[in-house]
């Protein structure tokens, strides 16, 4: 796809394209983003699809996608570039026997083809015809150490390596950040960004979202699977289930054959909406007190039968 003619409507019809449901206002924020050449950080709770966004874009644009994967210690190098000290040990051995010429060699070691390219750096040396789409994912997972490093690539999308001089990037990649809020994001990062927080989907957005990913769902299910996440979402739980749950479960659920939801086919799958011991203690208090009514959720998708 060509970047000078994308519109939003484009942008949003090639991620439903690419069985992702996205907003406007997420479509906007993406075009945007391409057209100015600014970074994106995306925000919300785990699961709502903000990783997705990036690995999409870079189908529909023909793309690289460089994934940074941030944890707590990520350091310059590990995210940037690294010295390749074996090659450059077997170097200097090789040439003491030859008996060579020993500061050539010193310099010559400490050239781009010693240089073990990191995510960053790869991103910033891309050459292709379209630029490449860098995915600092869980950007709240790393120290604020890292993300103030981050601060100068973000501007300027340079680095500057002592023994080789400065690096430009020739063509800006396609940024997105995603934090899922462990931590406040300091203000000068998020100065650099354009923002948008993905939500939970609605009942009618995740339906879409379903029946987009599986067609072959039959849909009082579909709505029975939609209609349970909703109500649970706006329970007390310590994790609430994102879509990618939902879509994890409607994959088990389709794989078991079920048509509907009911308490023993829930009891049997629920380990595909939550992941905490606590979570599940409470789901089955839910449902034994009837504050989760599964004939109640029958009921209003219309698959009820007496």
């Known amino acids: 796809m060509n970047p000078k003619k994308l519109t939003i409507e484009k942008i949003q019809e090639a991620l439903r394209k690419e069985k992702y449901i996205c907003d406007r206002s997420l479509a906007t924020v993406v075009y945007l983003s391409i057209s100015m050449g600014k970074p994106v950080l995306l925000e919300g709770e785990a699961g709502v699809g903000k990783t997705e966004v990036a690995k999409v874009l870079a189908e529909i644009m023909e793309s690289k996608l460089i994934r940074l994967q941030c944890y707590e210690g ?5 995210a940037l570039y690294e010295w390749n000290y074996p090659k450059q040990m077997l170097r200097i051995k090789l040439e003491e026997v030859r008996r060579g010429d020993r500061d050539a060699v010193e310099t010559e070691i400490f050239s781009e083809q010693y240089l073990v390219k990191r995510p960053l750096l790869e991103a910033i040396q891309g050459d292709g015809s379209m630029p490449p789409v860098l995915l600092i994912d869980e950007i709240d997972r790393a120290d604020m150490e890292f993300e103030a490093f981050l ?4 501007s300027d999308f340079q680095i500057t390596i002592p023994e080789i001089g400065t690096i430009r990037a020739k063509v800006r990649p396609y940024v997105f950040l995603t934090s899922n809020r462990t931590r406040e994001i ?25 029946t987009t990913k599986f067609p072959q769902i039959r849909e009082r299910l579909a709505k029975q699977i939609c209609s349970f996440m909703q109500q649970v979402r ?16 409607a994959s088990a659920l389709i794989t078991l054959n079920r048509d509907d939801l009911d308490e023993e086919t829930v009891q049997e799958t629920v380990g595909c909406v939550f992941k905490y011991r606590e979570d599940l203690h409470h789901l089955h208090e839910e449902l034994a007190g009837k504050r989760l009514d599964l004939d109640q959720i029958a009921k209003q998708t219309g698959a009820y039968s007496a």
């Open 74 to 78: 990520l350091d310059a190098n590990t």
């Open 151 to 154: 601060l100068e690539i973000l």
């Open 186 to 210: 300091h203000d000068a990062l998020k100065r650099r960004c354009l923002y948008h927080w993905i939500d939970y989907p609605t009942f009618d957005k995740e339906h879409e979202i379903i």
């Open 234 to 249: 706006q329970m007390n739980f310590y994790k609430r289930p994102g879509v990618a749950e939902t879509l994890d479960w």
